[in-house]
């Protein structure tokens, strides 16, 4: 054991058999146990997938749709004009424009979590990307957030806002994913999870060689992460289907 963690922590991974691998009910069971925090912790998913990152063919960028939310809140800002920048602010987005706000956002604005652009902005939108790249908050159109037609505008609004979320890979081949709050109900944690996972699955690149999913660990902001069985996680969210 860590001499890094305090009791709590020391007392919590004692109720963890590190030679076991739990099934998804089991583990979001375990997972309310073990959560000793006094704030209601993040929850998060935790992927090694047999990939290397090194290769373009075998990198993993994708979206899940997560039933119950993330509880969270995410603020969003729309690149767009005319038209589609009525639209945006009818559906409740304050932070929407074209050249001023990309120079809002070189001025230093970054209080958001992600942006969506009209297909037109993205020649503008560009030379944002040294920017917004790094931080993970560039449009694009694998993860749905560049927009060709503005009548699918508030659907994306939604999307987002409501339950979708966007995960890749980083440089060591793992992929970590928020999913919800402590608070969520063992029902809602797992529904979530198992739709991740689905999704981390079918998001496969073609490059991949071997054992794609290699392994799952529930975890929450300060907790022992929990190991998943991947086969049966992965058995379980092919079921949802």
Same mark, same amino acid.
């Given at each position: 054991?860590?001499?890094?963690?305090?009791?709590?922590? #020391?007392?919590?991974?004692?109720?963890?058999?590190?030679? $076991?691998?739990?099934?998804?009910?089991?583990?979001?069971?375990?997972?309310?146990?073990? #959560?000793?925090?006094?704030?209601?912790?993040?929850?998060?998913?935790?992927?090694?997938?047999?990939?290397?990152?090194?290769?373009?063919?075998?990198?993993?960028?994708?979206? @899940?749709?997560?039933?119950?939310?993330?509880?969270?809140? *995410?603020?969003? *800002?729309?690149?767009?004009?005319?038209?589609?920048?009525?639209?945006?602010?009818?559906? !409740?987005v304050e932070? *929407?424009?074209?050249?001023? =706000?990309?120079?809002?956002?070189?001025?230093?604005? =970054?209080?958001?979590?992600?942006?969506?652009?009209?297909?037109?902005?993205?020649?503008?939108?560009?030379?944002?990307?040294?920017?917004?790249?790094? $931080?993970?908050?560039?449009?694009?159109?694998?993860?749905?957030?560049?927009?060709? @037609?503005?009548?699918?505008?508030?659907?994306?609004?939604?999307?987002? $806002?409501?339950?979708?979320? &966007?995960? $890749?890979?980083?440089?060591? !081949?793992?992929?970590?994913?928020?999913?919800?709050?402590?608070?969520?109900?063992?029902?809602?944690i797992a529904?979530?999870?198992?739709?991740?996972?689905? #999704?981390?699955?079918? @998001?496969?690149?073609?490059? @991949?060689?071997? *054992?794609y999913v290699?392994?799952?660990?529930?975890?929450?902001?300060?907790?022992?992460?929990?190991?998943?069985?991947? #086969?049966?996680?992965?058995?379980?969210?092919? &079921?949802?289907?």
């Open positions: 054991m860590s001499s890094k963690h305090g009791k709590k922590y #020391a007392e919590a991974a004692k109720l963890v058999d590190e030679t $076991r691998h739990y099934e998804p009910r089991e583990a979001v069971e375990l997972l309310k146990r073990v #959560a000793f925090a006094n704030f209601d912790e993040t929850i998060e998913v935790h992927f090694k997938l047999g990939i290397d990152p090194r290769h373009a063919d075998q990198q993993v960028r994708s979206t @899940a749709s997560l039933p119950h939310g993330t509880g969270k809140q *995410v603020r969003v *800002v729309v690149f767009a004009e005319g038209e589609a920048a009525r639209v945006a602010r009818e559906a !409740g932070d *929407v424009g074209s050249d001023d =706000l990309i120079q809002r956002i070189e001025g230093g604005f =970054l209080d958001f979590d992600l942006s969506i652009a009209m297909a037109d902005q993205m020649g503008k939108v560009g030379k944002l990307g040294r920017i917004l790249g790094r $931080r993970g908050l560039m449009p694009n159109p694998r993860s749905g957030t560049v927009v060709r @037609a503005v009548e699918d505008l508030p659907r994306v609004l939604d999307e987002v $806002r409501g339950g979708r979320i &966007e995960f $890749r890979n980083d440089r060591t !081949g793992l992929v970590h994913v928020p999913i919800g709050k402590k608070s969520f109900s063992e029902e809602q529904d979530n999870m198992l739709s991740l996972v689905e #999704a981390v699955n079918r @998001a496969k690149p073609s490059g @991949a060689k071997g *054992v290699q392994s799952i660990t529930l975890t929450t902001t300060m907790s022992p992460g929990i190991p998943l069985d991947v #086969a049966t996680a992965l058995g379980s969210a092919g &079921e949802r289907r």
